[in-house]
């Protein structure tokens, strides 16, 4: 059974910074690519970004380049991601998402086959 449990949202003022984490659990397939997500009430969900399990190569939303990174500790089976200079825009739910083979070129496009919890992210002006 996979499961993705994220920690580490919250409220922050802009310019500030937060890391998010999510713990996998249950990941067997023979290679994953590992993203986060977003969403905003009334908005569809957004891909951040994305890593690829098998050569650690990354993809941004452009909104977000220079600002997030995205990484992986596969000692632990954890999945972060670093927001620096955060905006108001930023505020939003975030999911952390795994999907079986290779990464996208754009996150929007990865097929999801397991989403996490969502957790609320607020940044304040």
């Known amino acids: 059974q996979v499961q993705l449990v994220e920690s580490g949202g919250g409220s922050v003022q802009a310019g500030g910074s937060l890391r998010l984490s999510c713990a996998a659990s249950?990941?067997?397939?023979?290679?994953?690519?590992l993203a986060w997500f977003r969403q905003v009430p009334g908005k569809e969900r957004e891909g951040v970004a994305a890593i690829d399990d098998g050569n650690g190569a990354t993809t941004y939303a452009d909104s977000v380049k220079g600002r997030f990174t995205i990484s992986q500790d596969n000692a632990k089976n954890t999945l972060y991601l670093q927001m620096n200079s955060l905006k108001p825009e930023d505020t939003a739910m975030y999911y952390c998402?795994?999907?079986?083979?290779?990464?996208?070129?754009?996150?929007?496009?990865?097929?999801?086959?397991?989403w996490g919890q969502g957790m609320q992210v607020t940044v304040s002006s």
């Open positions: 998402a795994a999907a079986k083979g290779f990464c996208l070129p754009h996150v929007d496009l990865m097929t999801v086959d397991y």
């Open positions: 249950g990941l067997t397939y023979s290679r994953y690519c």
